[in-house]
């Protein structure tokens, strides 16, 4: 679905950019004039991601995120193209233009959204049917009220082959649309059944209240336990939370992350409503920043079994450049959360929460449980592992603090350990340099960018810088290819990348037509809208005068002419590490 560049044009005017984007992350305004953040696609501590009010678009200098607000909602909220605007257009109270032909992919995202919201009924019936019998005596074993069962919307699939199959078919949807959303599979034989039976069944719900998947577990020993919707049209694993959609509300900033469905559930009913859970196997960068953007403390509540503890060290290790405050439940008397409130009450788990440790006094914790103390080589032992895990700690006043604490607790002289501390660090030093180099080799000879999506940018250096300055001042001065016309065109440009946006923007001067980066999303990807977006930021440190761009002009008709430069690609380690110290800022 095609948008005409003035209702684009008119969308951007009303939506606010800078209040869009405080819906996710905390602005703050460094100085009057640009608005910061910590960037809400990925997870930093150092505010990176700028805004833009005079265009009204974004871009971060961390991971090169940008674009506009279409943009921001396509990403933030995993939409496609016209839902980002449809969900624009309701903020700010716009009518979406009528087109009788709609999108096929939207349309197949609506039709998913339709039937999961209908099988999600049509579980909950059949849990207060008859026939839902056994799944509601495994429920009230588990102790879950009706209210809580209802809020979470709980259900059962019937130990039948078709009985969701027949529902649906007699709601209008197709086998091969049920296939596609994961609600059925096709057999061997080429028949369909049921993707879900004889389970209890958890809904998945995203932050705006779709149904998006469903998690099924067994209501006996049998295998396997949990039995997930897998990635369809509409739901991504991997960078989906739990419950979410109620802990985001009223959570102080804190959240709580546990293993699974039920122990998030037992938390909700116990009055912890700030509990979400991983959907997945194994934690993601996506969920860390998802969960990021609500919380300013994230408290680790795995079970206390090896598998738990493991999946601890996991999700710590995801974690350490998280922008989060990190705490540790230590689950005393029981395996999980569910079995400890059932048990010891939810008075006790309220204990456990607020002694809850740090991701520091966690490691240190788990490492004096690997040695006998009171023989000296156990305290060796451990002196050796405490060291490592104090020098990764960045903060000056935070690594002297549990330096003294490890004295204390050790009897060995604070001096020591500092020495000691000091030459881990210095060999943690050694050793980032070292990947600092090989990374940066890799890039070379794979011929790569990690900070430009341009291939061409590390061969022909000041020859980019020079077209992104030209591309920067037509953006913001479309007049300036007339005045240039003698001299511009695209023959001067060296790389390929940067060539073709110029024969964009150049065509779309000529024709008279908006350069809001609005009017680009349409066929815009994620790269070239960043990309657009860094154009516009550097915008911002440009003369603003024909004669910058002169003199860009100039540089690239000097970098045509110059001999190849050496292949670095080709090199010897010790060439390129030579080449790589020389020119390291």
Same mark, same amino acid.
Request: net charge neutral.
């Given at each position: 679905?095609?948008?005409?560049?003035?209702?684009?044009?008119?969308?951007?005017?009303?939506?606010?950019?800078?209040?869009?984007?405080?819906?996710?992350?905390?602005?703050?305004h460094?100085g009057?004039?640009?608005?910061?953040?910590?960037?809400p696609?990925?997870?930093?501590?150092?505010?990176?991601?700028?805004?833009?009010?005079?265009?009204?678009?974004?871009?971060?200098?961390?991971?090169?995120?940008?674009?506009?607000?279409?943009t921001?909602?396509?990403?933030?909220?995993?939409?496609?193209?016209?839902?980002?605007?449809?969900?624009?257009?309701?903020?700010?109270?716009?009518?979406?233009?009528?087109?009788?032909?709609?999108?096929?992919?939207?349309?197949?995202?609506?039709r998913?959204?339709?039937?999961n919201?209908?099988?999600?009924? #049509?579980?909950y019936?059949?849990?207060?049917?008859?026939?839902?019998?056994?799944?509601?005596?495994?429920?009230?074993?588990?102790?879950?009220?009706?209210?809580?069962?209802k809020?979470?919307?709980?259900?059962?699939?019937?130990?039948?082959?078709?009985?969701?199959?027949?529902?649906?078919?007699?709601?209008?949807?197709?086998?091969?649309?049920?296939?596609?959303?994961?609600?059925?599979?096709?057999?061997?034989?080429?028949?369909?059944i049921?993707?879900?039976?004889?389970?209890?069944?958890?809904?998945?719900?995203?932050?705006?209240?779709?149904?998006?998947?469903?998690?099924?577990?067994?209501?006996?020993?049998?295998?396997?336990?949990?039995?997930?919707?897998?990635?369809?049209?509409?739901?991504?694993?991997?960078?989906?939370?739990?419950?979410?959609?109620?802990?985001?509300n009223?959570?102080?900033?804190?959240?709580i992350?546990?293993?699974?469905?039920?122990?998030v559930?037992?938390?909700?009913q116990?009055?912890?409503?700030?509990?979400?859970?991983?959907?997945?196997?194994?934690?993601?960068?996506?969920?860390?920043?998802?969960?990021?953007?609500?919380?300013?403390?994230?408290?680790?509540? #795995?079970?206390?079994?090896?598998?738990?503890?493991?999946?601890?060290?996991?999700?710590?290790?995801m974690?350490?450049?998280?922008?989060?405050?990190?705490?540790?439940?230590?689950?005393?008397?029981?395996?999980?959360?569910d079995?400890?409130?059932?048990?010891q009450?939810?008075?006790?788990?309220?204990?456990?929460i607020?002694?809850a440790?740090?991701?520091?006094?966690?490691?240190?914790?788990?490492?004096?449980?690997?040695?006998?103390?009171?023989?000296?080589?156990?305290?060796?032992?451990?002196?050796?592992?405490?060291?490592?895990?104090?020098?990764?700690?960045?903060?000056?006043?935070?690594?002297?603090l549990?330096?003294?604490?490890?004295?204390?607790?050790?009897?060995?002289?604070?001096?020591?350990?500092?020495?000691?501390i000091?030459?881990?660090?210095?060999?943690?030093?050694?050793?980032?340099?070292?990947?600092?180099?090989?990374?940066?080799?890799?890039i070379?000879?794979?011929?790569?960018?990690?900070?430009?999506?341009?291939?061409q940018?590390?061969?022909?250096?000041?020859?980019?810088?020079?077209?992104?300055?030209?591309?920067?001042?037509?953006?913001?001065?479309?007049?300036y290819?007339?005045?240039?016309k003698?001299?511009?065109?695209?023959?001067?440009?060296?790389?390929?990348?940067?060539?073709?946006?110029?024969?964009?923007?150049?065509?779309?001067?000529?024709e008279?037509?908006?350069l809001?980066?609005?009017?680009?999303?349409e066929?815009?990807?994620?790269?070239?809208?960043a990309?657009?977006?860094?154009l516009?930021?550097?915008?911002?440190?440009?003369?603003?005068?024909?004669?910058?761009?002169?003199?860009?002009?100039?540089?690239?008709?000097?970098?045509k002419?110059?001999?190849?430069?050496?292949?670095?690609?080709?090199?010897?380690?010790?060439?390129?590490?030579?080449? #790589?110290?020389?020119?390291?800022?």
């Open positions: 679905m095609r948008f005409s560049d003035e209702f684009l044009t008119e969308l951007r005017s009303r939506v606010d950019i800078e209040e869009l984007v405080g819906r996710y992350t905390e602005i703050r460094r009057s004039r640009t608005p910061v953040a910590l960037c696609f990925h997870t930093e501590k150092t505010p990176s991601f700028v805004i833009y009010r005079e265009n009204q678009s974004y871009y971060c200098f961390g991971c090169g995120a940008g674009g506009d607000a279409i921001f909602v396509k990403n933030i909220e995993r939409l496609d193209y016209v839902e980002a605007v449809r969900y624009l257009c309701e903020r700010v109270g716009m009518n979406m233009p009528m087109d009788p032909v709609d999108d096929q992919y939207n349309k197949l995202r609506r998913c959204f339709e039937a919201r209908e099988a999600a009924k #049509f579980f019936s059949r849990l207060l049917s008859e026939e839902g019998a056994p799944a509601r005596e495994y429920l009230k074993k588990r102790r879950l009220t009706d209210e809580t069962v809020h979470f919307g709980l259900g059962y699939a019937p130990d039948r082959w078709d009985s969701l199959l027949k529902y649906l078919r007699s709601k209008g949807y197709r086998d091969d649309e049920l296939v596609s959303f994961d609600l059925a599979r096709k057999t061997s034989r080429g028949g369909t049921d993707a879900f039976r004889n389970r209890l069944m958890f809904p998945i719900i995203d932050l705006r209240g779709n149904v998006i998947a469903f998690g099924g577990r067994v209501l006996d020993d049998s295998k396997p336990k949990y039995l997930n919707t897998s990635d369809t049209v509409v739901y991504k694993k991997s960078q989906g939370v739990y419950a979410l959609n109620f802990a985001k009223n959570n102080d900033g804190r959240l992350l546990c293993e699974g469905y039920m122990d559930i037992a938390m909700h116990a009055g912890f409503t700030n509990a979400v859970a991983g959907l997945g196997t194994a934690f993601t960068q996506e969920q860390i920043s998802l969960l990021s953007r609500y919380c300013t403390e994230l408290t680790l509540c #795995f079970d206390s079994d090896e598998a738990g503890v493991k999946a601890t060290n996991r999700a710590l290790k974690l350490e450049h998280a922008p989060m405050k990190l705490r540790v439940m230590h689950l005393d008397g029981g395996k999980d959360p079995e400890i409130i059932k048990t009450g939810k008075e006790r788990m309220d204990q456990i607020g002694s440790m740090n991701d520091t006094e966690f490691a240190l914790d788990r490492i004096r449980k690997k040695y006998d103390t009171a023989t000296e080589d156990g305290k060796l032992n451990y002196m050796n592992e405490a060291v490592e895990v104090l020098a990764e700690i960045g903060n000056e006043i935070e690594r002297d549990y330096t003294s604490r490890l004295a204390s607790e050790t009897g060995i002289e604070k001096q020591a350990l500092e020495a000691q000091s030459k881990a660090r210095r060999a943690r030093g050694r050793k980032q340099k070292q990947k600092e180099f090989e990374n940066a080799l890799e070379v000879r794979e011929g790569s960018d990690v900070k430009s999506p341009n291939p940018k590390r061969q022909f250096r000041r020859a980019c810088a020079a077209e992104e300055i030209i591309l920067a001042s037509l953006l913001k001065h479309p007049d290819l007339r005045k240039l003698d001299k511009l065109s695209e023959d001067v440009f060296v790389t390929d990348y940067n060539k073709r946006y110029f024969r964009d923007l150049s065509s779309r001067i000529r008279g037509r908006s809001d980066l609005s009017v680009f999303n066929t815009g990807d994620n790269e070239e809208m990309y657009l977006s860094y516009l930021a550097k915008g911002d440190s440009l003369a603003d005068s024909l004669t910058e761009c002169e003199q860009c002009i100039q540089t690239l008709l000097s970098e002419t110059k001999a190849d430069a050496p292949n670095v690609g080709k090199m010897s380690n010790d060439e390129f590490r030579a080449l #790589f110290r020389k020119n390291k800022p």
